[in-house]
């Protein structure tokens, strides 16, 4: 997944008595609920968010019903770290929006004698308190959108009024479009908002803005046809 990759995770470290803020909405049980790169999914696919060793980390645990399959950690500090992988060199990083809301994932990596892998991903909260794990993958001139979709198993009190999950879980602002439209590739973006599937409050000064700002004139015309359904079919 974008946000959360067991491919690119450093071994797991005994978890302390404090974690970052930023991981507060993260903790907890996520059940996935669909994947479209996985259309064979049985909806018995679990994560678990627990603290790492340090505020900038935490330990994923993957589970298939009750059986651990797999336990990583997660360092987000936006360092290029290598990819574990010997046979197709490369490397990955991790790293928060200005917000502190969205967790970024890059990563690159070339085996031998094929195009060059590149990954760009977001996972984020919407309004419903769900996690969208948003995947940009390329290769060579191929290039293809995966999108998972998880859900808390236990959804009493986690999403309440006032706690992280609460205030982290919101739809894109004009600022964080802005903002990663300097991080992140427009394909990526238009995803994004497409599984959103959120208006804005479009008129020609936000327009002016956009186009300023260096929105991709595709992402900003996807805008638009978001915010005026009733005149657009997206």
Same mark, same amino acid.
């Given at each position: 997944?974008?946000?959360?990759?067991?491919?690119?995770?450093?071994?797991?470290?005994?978890?302390?008595?404090?974690?970052?803020?930023?991981?507060?909405?993260?903790?907890?049980?996520?059940?996935?609920?669909?994947?479209?790169?996985?259309?064979?999914?049985?909806?018995?696919?679990?994560?678990?968010?627990?603290?790492?060793?340090?505020?900038?980390?935490?330990?994923?645990?993957?589970?298939?019903?009750?059986?651990?399959?797999?336990?990583?950690?997660?360092?987000?500090?936006?360092?290029?770290?290598?990819?574990?992988?010997?046979?197709?060199?490369?490397?990955?990083?991790?790293?928060?929006?200005?917000?502190?809301?969205?967790?970024?994932?890059?990563?690159?990596?070339?085996?031998?004698?094929?195009?060059?892998?590149?990954?760009?991903?977001? %996972?984020?909260? /919407?309004?419903?308190?769900?996690? @969208?794990? $948003?995947? &940009?993958?390329?290769?060579?001139?191929?290039?293809?959108?995966?999108?998972?979709?998880?859900?808390?198993?236990?959804?009493?009190?986690?999403?309440?009024?006032?706690?992280?999950?609460?205030?982290?879980?919101?739809?894109?602002?004009?600022?964080?479009?802005?903002?990663?439209?300097?991080?992140?590739?427009?394909?990526?973006?238009?995803?994004?908002?497409?599984?959103?599937?959120?208006?804005?409050?479009?008129?020609?000064?936000?327009?002016?803005?956009?186009?300023? %700002?260096?929105? /991709?004139?595709?992402?900003?015309? @996807?805008? $638009?046809? &978001?915010?005026?359904?009733?005149?657009?079919?997206?």
């Amino acid at each position: 997944s974008a946000g959360f990759d067991p491919a690119f995770a450093q071994e797991t470290a005994p978890a302390p008595e404090q974690i970052g803020t930023r991981w507060l909405a993260w903790l907890g049980s996520w059940k996935l609920v669909s994947d479209t790169a996985d259309k064979t999914e049985d909806g018995d696919y679990l994560l678990k968010i627990v603290p790492g060793s340090d505020v900038r980390s935490a330990v994923m645990k993957s589970y298939r019903g009750d059986a651990l399959q797999m336990e990583t950690k997660i360092v987000v500090d936006g360092s290029r770290q290598p990819t574990p992988d010997s046979r197709c060199p490369g490397w990955y990083s991790y790293a928060w929006s200005d917000s502190g809301n969205r967790l970024l994932f890059e990563s690159e990596s070339l085996c031998p004698g094929e195009f060059r892998n590149l990954v760009n991903g977001i %996972s984020i909260l /919407n309004n419903d308190r769900e996690w @969208l794990d $948003v995947q &940009l993958l390329r290769k060579g001139e191929e290039q293809a959108i995966s999108v998972r979709r998880y859900r808390p198993a236990d959804r009493t009190g986690a999403a309440a009024p006032g706690s992280p999950r609460f205030l982290t879980g919101a739809n894109l602002s004009m600022d964080e479009v802005i903002e990663l439209s300097r991080k992140v590739p427009p394909e990526l973006i238009a995803a994004v908002l497409v599984e959103l599937n959120q208006p804005f409050k479009i008129n020609a000064k936000v327009l002016n803005r956009l186009a300023d %700002s260096g929105v /991709n004139p595709q992402v900003v015309d @996807l805008m $638009v046809a &978001l915010s005026f359904a009733d005149k657009f079919r997206v």
